[in-house]
Structures are given as C-alpha cells and as structure tokens.
C-alpha cells in the first residue's frame, strides 16, 4: 500500500520564479492538504482540497495556488517566490471516514536563491 | 484562531528512561490532539492521537493524556530506545476547521544509549 509520495524531493529557484510542486495521496484518500514547515518549526497549514475544490485556507497569499485532479492528486504552485518561502513543503491526505488522521509525505524541499 | 505551544523544545533523557512533552492549546473548542515524530529528512509520521471525548489513550510504549479544563495535553514515551530521537510536534484541530491542524513547535528528543 503505497504513501503520501511527493515530488520533486529538492528544487532551488531563483527569487521571482514561479513553481509546482505535486503530491499523490494515500491509497483510499480523497483530501490533500498543504503545509509549510520553515527550518526548526512545526508545519503551518496552507490550504485543504476536497472533490477538487479548495475547502479551507490558512494564512498565507495569494501567490501560493493549488489544484487536485480528478484521481485526487494535488498540485501546489508558489508564484512570485520570494527568500521567505525556503523551506519543506508537505503534503498530507485523509479520507472522508476519518479526515482527521492525517498522513504525511515526506515532502519537497525549496530553496529559493 | 487556534494556538499551541509545546515544552520543551530540547530534551535528553537516558535510554530505558520515560520522557514527557508538554502542550497547551487556546481554543477550548479543539476537540482532536494527533502527536507526530519527525526523523531527520522525512515528513511527519502519526503516532497517536486523542478525541477531546477520552482523557487517555495508550499504545504499547506512547501514551497520550488530555486535560480539558486545563487545555494541556501530553506525550508519554516510556523505556525509551536511541530510535525514539526524532523531533515530536503536537497538534490541534477545531471542530468548524476541517481537519487543519496547527502545530506546536516541536521537541526534539536526544535517548542517549
């Protein structure tokens, strides 16, 4: 039973770039959700997807977009990347039965240089 | 919306010995509390979690315990082992905020052999 897989693992853009991450879910899941986790912190939420539509949102610009497909993968496009936006990026699904649990990939690496 | 804090942010103890992490959490609404271990380059992984409906939960070596009025939950890790060291974050979820969780800020755990 595959994971949460991710990719790419590592990217370095330039200041200004734009960029996509992807995320696969969990086999049976049907909601991905983004978070953030800067260098020592705990993971701040970006934003949910649920039957391809956006459902929640955290604290964070519009620069930072997303998208799931109908087989529930998710992208996650950062416009406008500026230094503040290094760090790990993680994607995590659940399903509709128990979307509280919450299962995590392992994330992609950003740099933006 | 919801905050948590989590003590200590470092902690080392001596393999064989038990180690507890502190959270507190703001909104008395919050009624799941999920603990995830973090190992050097991976994403978060769920190791156990509480409904706001039970003050404790346990599963063989990890126990986590909840106290309402208090708004404080807790990680019990008994005869560690040096595969316990990872980082730890605790998490909290509003009822009305689909499953966004916010995190604490982590401890990292150091079982010395």
């Known amino acids: 039973d595959a994971g949460v897989t991710q990719s790419p693992t590592h990217l370095i853009k330039t200041r200004g770039q734009q960029v996509t991450l992807r995320c696969s879910p969990k086999s049976g899941h049907d909601t991905v959700s983004w978070y953030q986790q800067a260098l020592g912190q705990g993971p701040q939420f970006i934003f949910q997807y649920y039957e391809e539509e956006e459902r929640q949102r955290g604290n964070f610009p519009d620069r930072f977009s997303g998208h799931q497909f109908p087989n529930y993968s998710s992208e996650l496009n950062v416009n406008a990347l500026l230094l503040g936006d290094s760090a790990l990026y993680l994607c995590?699904?659940?399903?509709?039965?128990?979307?509280?649990?919450?299962?995590f990939g392992p994330g992609t690496r950003l740099t933006v240089t | 919306g919801e905050n948590v804090e989590q003590h200590p942010s470092t902690l080392s103890v001596q393999e064989g010995d038990s180690a507890v992490i502190k959270c507190t959490y703001s909104d008395s609404a919050s009624n799941y509390f999920p603990w995830y271990k973090q190992e050097l380059g991976k994403g978060p992984q769920l190791i156990i979690d509480i409904r706001s409906n039970v003050g404790e939960k346990k599963d063989q070596r990890i126990a986590v315990t909840l106290n309402k009025t208090a708004k404080h939950f807790s990680l019990h890790i008994t005869e560690t082992q040096p595969e316990d060291s990872a980082v730890y974050f605790c998490a909290a979820t509003l009822p009305n905020a689909g499953n966004m969780l916010t995190f604490g800020g982590g401890t990292r755990l150091m079982v010395k052999p």
């Open positions: 995590a699904s659940s399903s509709g039965q128990r979307h509280y649990e919450q299962y």
